[in-house]
């Protein structure tokens, strides 16, 4: 009876120290560029075709804040299409062409309008929902994106269907130029992604 008394006395006195402890305050900083990625797929057999914007300029709602929604929500991309990379100067040379320059604006636009979490476990991957405002060939749609923070880095990654941005004209063109080592078959559905670093910095305990 004595250790049961002592147990519990113990339990009681670390949840009330656990409880008066100081809470440590964080701040997030957002850290070094965002990297925009893409991946496009022709063939019947769906091969897939990367690669990032070479000129993305990206404005941040602020640079620090207390969470992540302080730091994205409000946060704007824009992307230079001209300066796609996809490690092939002839297939650069091509998307610009006939792809890109088949919309009625060389730019690419987005926004962060809301963020959801999923995921906030103390010690693992943060996971969540990121809802952009993507804005391409003059059409604006949302565009949900799917994100994980771990070790430092954000990784965001979702799909757009280029039907949705009236991009018909575009696709047929880059299919009719790539005709054959595309056998004939360019898929109107993109995978596209950003990644960014975002640093915690927190006071020391005292």
Not at 132 to 159: E, R, S
Request: proline share 2%.
């Amino acid at each position: 009876m004595y250790k049961v008394f002592l147990s519990i006395c113990l339990a009681s006195t670390l949840a009330l120290a656990s409880e008066n402890a100081p809470k440590r305050h964080c701040t997030l900083a957002q850290e070094g560029a965002m990297t925009i990625q893409w991946k496009a797929y022709k063939t019947p057999e769906k091969i897939g075709v990367g690669g990032i914007f070479d000129k993305v300029s990206y404005k941040a709602v602020q640079k620090e804040g207390q969470n992540f929604r302080q730091i994205l929500v409000g946060s704007s991309i824009d992307i230079d299409t001209k300066s796609v990379n996809s490690k092939n100067k002839g297939r650069d040379a091509k998307l610009v062409k006939f792809f890109f320059q088949n919309m009625t604006s060389e730019n690419i636009t987005a926004k962060i309008i809301d963020i959801q979490a999923t995921s906030k476990v103390t010690g693992k991957p943060k996971t969540g929902k990121l809802i952009t405002q993507i804005t391409m060939n003059g059409i604006t749609k949302k565009v949900p994106l799917h994100y994980i923070f771990d070790q430092g880095t954000l990784k965001a990654n979702g799909t757009i269907d280029l039907f949705d941005f009236s991009a018909n004209k575009a696709l047929q063109a880059i299919n009719k130029a790539c005709f054959a080592k595309h056998q004939g078959k360019t898929w109107n559905d993109v995978s596209i992604g950003f990644s960014t670093h975002i640093k915690a910095v927190c006071d020391p305990i005292k």
